[in-house]
T-cell receptor, first 114, second 116 residues
Framework: DTGVSQNPRHKITKRGQNVTFRCDPI?????LYWYRQTLGQGPEFLTY????????KSRLLSDRFSAERPKGSFSTLEIQRTEQGDSAMYLC????????????FGPGTRLTVL | AQKVTQAQTEISVVEKEDVTLDCVYE???????LFWYKQPPSGELVFLIR??????QNEISGRYSWNFQKSTSSFNFTITASQVVDSAVYFC?????????????FGSGTRLLVRP
């Protein structure tokens, strides 16, 4: 029984570069969430997918951010023209069944923008 | 607006002491869900418990217990006879039935350090 996986685990990039992260949710989990966590803070919601449909985006998700979930399986989060303020841990979570069921989190991708 | 407050930034205890982590929430929804997650040094958030707003019964699971009080909008977490392995950051979170995504709104976390 595999959990949520995320790749890469760490990413160091220079300001202005584009980066893409991948999340593989638990098999058959229809809901997928992206959160961002900065040092000393709790995770903050970025976006939500139900199957392949992106149903909600946070105001934190500027137009430099885009997320996809083709075929309702894995998801990607791309950040274009990265800025130092994008440095954070990006967490993916998935859930199944009732919408209020617990979300299972992946290990996260730590992004450092130099 | 919905909000979760964990006023204790960091708590340090000696092993075998009992410790309570406080969580206060704000919501306008009458139906909502409260969660506790543990984030060990490895970084992965681990689900501990979910409580529905219409179920105020307290829960005990081994050394862990949770006290939910709607009257004070609190959902506190107690670890009895703490162990070094309990050292982690603990997050309280809220989701609301009125929010179709049921996204989690997290507090800022409480870092627990259990010293041997």
């Amino acid at each position: 029984d595999t959990g949520v996986s995320q790749n890469p685990r760490h990413k160091i990039t220079k300001r202005g570069q584009n980066v893409t992260f991948r999340c593989d949710p638990i098999s058959e989990h229809n809901r997928l969430y992206w959160y961002r966590q900065t040092l000393g803070q709790g995770p903050e919601f970025l976006t939500y997918f139900q199957n392949e449909a992106q149903l909600e985006k946070s105001r934190l998700l500027s137009d430099r951010f885009s997320a996809e979930r083709p075929k309702g399986s894995f998801s990607t989060l791309e950040i274009q023209r990265t800025e130092q303020g994008d440095s954070a841990m990006y967490l993916c979570a998935s859930s199944l069944g009732q919408p209020y069921n617990e979300q299972f989190f992946g290990p996260g991708t730590r992004l450092t923008v130099l | 607006a919905q909000k979760v407050t964990q006023a204790q930034t960091e708590i340090s205890v000696v092993e075998k002491e009992d410790v309570t982590l406080d969580c206060v929430y704000e919501t306008r929804d009458t139906t909502y869900y409260l969660f506790w997650y543990k984030q060990p040094p490895s970084g992965e958030l681990v689900f501990l418990i979910r409580r529905n707003s219409f179920d105020e019964q307290n829960e005990i699971s081994g050394r862990y217990s949770w006290n939910f009080q709607k009257s004070t909008s609190s959902f506190n977490f107690t670890i009895t006879a703490s162990q070094v392995v309990d050292s982690a950051v603990y997050f309280c979170a809220l989701s609301e039935e009125g929010d179709s995504s049921y996204k989690l709104i997290f507090g800022s976390g409480t870092r627990l350090l259990v010293r041997p």
